[in-house]
């Protein structure tokens, strides 16, 4: 028998060629490993702080909330190219997608989402390190963005959170 009569069937060149296969689309006993597309975030996270938000109206996140989220980022020397804002309502990376694409060394969670991987069982408002990463979740901007007596206290926790997550 000679090697260029082999006949192979689609998973066994699948199996030989499992991370550099192509397909021509004559194949169909063969599926491609799909991979998740890559994270979608507003900032240039050079400081590797990671904001989770929600909105489904927004590309990233709303004004309101923004210019909110920047008034704390300033109280924590921090600005908008430090961070990385990403949208839950747009996609939805898991712990391991995040920490390989954004490293994260902050992870800020201001939504009710918890991805895949993290831990589920945190109090707001409460900085746990989890996998080398400060992670810390708390009521969502629109809440945190209102001046009411009810609001101060989840303020306050929030800037002391903060605080702890970054040494100041």
């Known amino acids: 028998m000679s090697l260029n009569t082999i006949q192979l069937t689609g998973a066994q060149v699948a199996n030989l060629y499992s991370s550099s296969l192509v397909l021509t689309g004559e194949e169909t ?19 590797r ?37 990403v949208n839950l309502a747009k996609q939805n990376p898991d712990l391991n997608q995040l920490s ?3 490293a994260p060394a902050v992870l800020l969670n201001f939504t009710t989402i918890v991805p895949a991987g993290c831990p ?30 009810a609001v101060k206290p ?5 800037w002391e959170g903060l605080k702890t997550m970054l040494g100041i």
């Open 49 to 85: 702080f990671v904001v989770l938000v929600q909105y489904p109206d927004a590309v990233h996140i709303s004004d309101s909330a923004f210019e909110f989220l920047s008034s704390v980022l300033k109280a924590c020397q921090l600005n908008a190219a430090d961070i990385a804002i």
């Open 120 to 149: 589920l069982d945190l109090q707001q408002l409460t900085p746990t390190l989890f996998n080398r990463i400060h992670y810390m979740t708390a009521p969502g901007l629109d809440q945190l963005n209102q001046s009411t007596e």
């Open 100 to 102: 390989d694409e954004l």
């Open 154 to 158: 989840l303020k306050r926790q929030l």
């Open 29 to 47: 006993a063969v599926s491609p490993v799909s991979t998740p597309a890559p994270i979608q975030f507003l900032g240039k996270n050079s400081r």
